[in-house]
């Protein structure tokens, strides 16, 4: 059973890569980690501590991801169904992202959470509509920013995974993933001239 504990991937990356990585996969199959409000309410600790939603937040949560990984796909040229998202068009996804940023006046506001400095989006909206708008326009920083140019799709075995490059010999998301990727190469190197010299 796959549980809301998978939701927090790649916990380092920005805010809307880790809402984009609430799609992810393993050797059984790709999982969506926010298929209920519960869900959404455990990934949302992580990022905005405290903080209430209402159950309608889901579906409103979900689009804007599939918006941003779509996005995603286009800025790295990703074309791998799962990963795209591919069910919403690029126009479709910029919109999506639009509407989210416009949805509630806010303030960014400093506060302090288990001895962190943290961001905590203010106003007088409901805390799901801040929240939405606060990712919205993180995402169009970054999107438009001089780290989207950084922006990656991770292309080991099975992955679906987006990262912000950190260091310029990073091609995967994380250590697991490049070590999938050099045993796949392994493999494919022994095995497949094994099975080319057969014919």
């Given amino acids: 059973m796959v549980t809301a504990s998978f939701a927090v991937v790649l916990p380092d990356e920005p805010v809307p890569v880790r809402l984009m990585n609430t799609i992810w996969a393993d050797r059984n199959g790709v999982y969506d980690a926010l298929t209920t409000s519960r869900d959404l309410r455990a990934w949302l600790a992580g990022a905005y501590p ?6 309608a937040d889901l579906a409103r949560f979900r689009a804007l991801r599939d918006a941003l990984r779509r996005l995603a796909a286009l800025l790295t040229g990703d074309d791998r ?5 591919a069910t919403t068009g690029v126009g479709r996804a910029v919109a999506a992202v639009n509407e ?11 506060v302090l959470r288990g001895g962190e ?17 606060a990712i919205a326009h993180e995402a169009i920083a970054l999107f438009t920013g001089d780290d989207r140019a950084e922006i990656r799709a991770c292309h080991a075995p ?8 950190d260091h310029p010999r990073r091609a995967w998301c994380s250590t697991a993933c490049g ?6 190469r392994h493999y494919e190197r022994h095995h497949g001239k094994a099975a080319a010299d057969e014919r």
Avoid: M
Avoid at 81 to 85: D, E, H, I, L, T
């Fill in 158 to 165: 099975g992955c679906v995974l987006y990262f912000v490059r």
């Fill in 100 to 110: 989210a940023a416009a949805l509630a006046p806010s303030r960014p506001q400093l």
């Fill in 50 to 55: 405290d903080d209430k939603i209402r159950g």
């Fill in 117 to 133: 400095l943290r961001l905590a989006p203010t106003g007088a909206a409901p805390t799901g509509d801040r929240l939405l708008t």
């Fill in 81 to 85: 169904p799962a990963a795209a998202s």
């Fill in 179 to 184: 070590n999938r990727a050099r045993v796949a």
